[in-house]
T-cell receptor
C-alpha cells in the first residue's frame, strides 16, 4: 500500500543497546523528518533530510544518528539507548518542507529499560 | 526562544456546539501556521494551513483564523460531533529551512 510506514511499531530494549527504527515512504517525497513525542511536549524534531544523502540536525539530535541512502528510506538509530529516549517516534515526509502538509507514519513506541 | 502554547486542559463540548481551540505563539512571526488532528495511537493528520496574509480559512465544518498582531490562531469546529474528539495540534514554520515547531496539543472531547 502507498503511504508512509514505520517498523517496528513497538520496541522494548535495554540501556546501552543500539536500536534502529525504520521509515519507508512510497510518494517519492523529497523531505523526511523524525520526531519524538513525549507527554506534555509538542513534537520535537530530531533530524530531517532534504533529499538522499542530505541530512541535518533538528532540535534534539543528541544520541541519534540518521542516514538516507535512498529517497524512500530514512532510518533512525539510537547508538546507545538511554531511558530518556523512551518515547513515541514519528516519521514524516513532505514534498516541500513546511510549504506543504507533512504526512506522518503510525509511530514507533520505544521503551528503554 | 520560539514558543507555542495550546491549552493543556481538555476541552469538553456538547455535541452540536462550536468548539474553539487556541494557539498562541511568541518571539516569532511565522509565514504560516498549520493545524493537525491526532487520534490515540496514531500519527498526526494534516487539516488546514493558513498563511500570514490570510485572515481566515475554511474547510467544511472547520475554520481557522490567524491574527499576526495578537500572535494567535483560533481553530473552530462547527456542529461538533463525537467523532471530532481527538487531540488537535498547531505548528508554525520555524525558519528558512521550513522546520516546524509544534504545540503540545489540546484534547477535545465532544459529548453526545
Amino acid at each position: 500500500d502507498a503511504g508512509i510506514t514505520q517498523s517496528p511499531r513497538y520496541k522494548i530494549t535495554e540501556t546501552g543497546r543500539q536500536v534502529t527504527l525504520m521509515c519507508h515512504q512510497t510518494w517519492s517525497h523529497s523531505y523526511m523528518f523524525w520526531y519524538r513525542q513525549d507527554l506534555g511536549h509538542g513534537l520535537r524534531l530530531i533530524y530531517y533530510s532534504a533529499a538522499a544523502d542530505i541530512t541535518d540536525k533538528g532540535e534534539v539530535p543528541d544520541g541519534y544518528v540518521v542516514s538516507r541512502s535512498k529517497t524512500e528510506n530514512f532510518p533512525l538509530t539510537l547508538e546507545s539507548a538511554t531511558r530518556s529516549q523512551t518515547s513515541v517516534y514519528f516519521c514524516a515526509s513532505s514534498g516541500v518542507a513546511g510549504a506543504e502538509t507533512q504526512y506522518f507514519g503510525p509511530g514507533t513506541r520505544l521503551l528503554v529499560l | 526562544s520560539q514558543k507555542i502554547e495550546q491549552n493543556s486542559e481538555a476541552l469538553n463540548i456538547q455535541e452540536g456546539k462550536t468548539a474553539t481551540l487556541t494557539c498562541n505563539y511568541t518571539n516569532y512571526s511565522p509565514a504560516y501556521l498549520q493545524w493537525y488532528r491526532q487520534d490515540p495511537g496514531r500519527g498526526p493528520v494534516f487539516l488546514l494551513l493558513i498563511r500570514e496574509n490570510e485572515k481566515e480559512k475554511r474547510k467544511e465544518r472547520l475554520k481557522v483564523t490567524f491574527d499576526t498582531t495578537l500572535k494567535q490562531s483560533l481553530f473552530h469546529i462547527t456542529a461538533s460531533q463525537p467523532a471530532d474528539s481527538a487531540t488537535y495540534l498547531c505548528a508554525l514554520v520555524r525558519d528558512s529551512n521550513y522546520q516546524l515547531i509544534w504545540g503540545a496539543g489540546t484534547k477535545l472531547i465532544i459529548k453526545p
